[in-house]
Nanobody, 120 residues
């Protein structure tokens, strides 16, 4: 089970930190990802972190967002800086029990989503 939190309303240029708490004793072996979905658009990849803490980012967020994990707390984070209005979306955390990809259909478990709204 995944529980995302930390969304809210922020002005352009501001920052937010999303958290995703996971239950289960094998969290450290999961690939954890963040995806987002804006109204009328498909769910898109944002970032992923592997068990060995390798990371991957979408080009649109590279240099502004940072994904990290704390295996002791079964939590993954998404630090979002220099936010833009186009970052407005519902953000979802997800767990992949296999290799980890950028495709949302490959992820096995999903959190409920947290809304991020960036005003101009």
């Amino acid at each position: 089970q995944l529980q995302a939190s930390g969304g809210g309303l922020v002005q352009a240029g501001g920052s937010l930190r999303l958290s995703c708490a996971a239950s289960g004793r094998t969290f450290s072996s999961y690939v954890m990802g963040w995806f987002r979905q804006a109204p009328g658009k498909e769910r898109e990849f944002v970032a992923a972190v592997w068990p060995g803490v390798s990371t991957l980012y979408a080009d649109s967020v590279k240099g502004r967002f940072t994904i990290s994990r704390d295996n002791a707390k079964n939590t993954v984070f998404l630090q979002m800086n220099s936010l833009k209005p186009e970052d407005t979306a519902v953000y979802y955390c997800a767990a992949d029990l296999n290799w980890g990809t950028i495709y949302y259909k490959d992820y096995d478990y999903w959190g409920q989503g947290t809304l991020v709204t960036v005003s101009s």
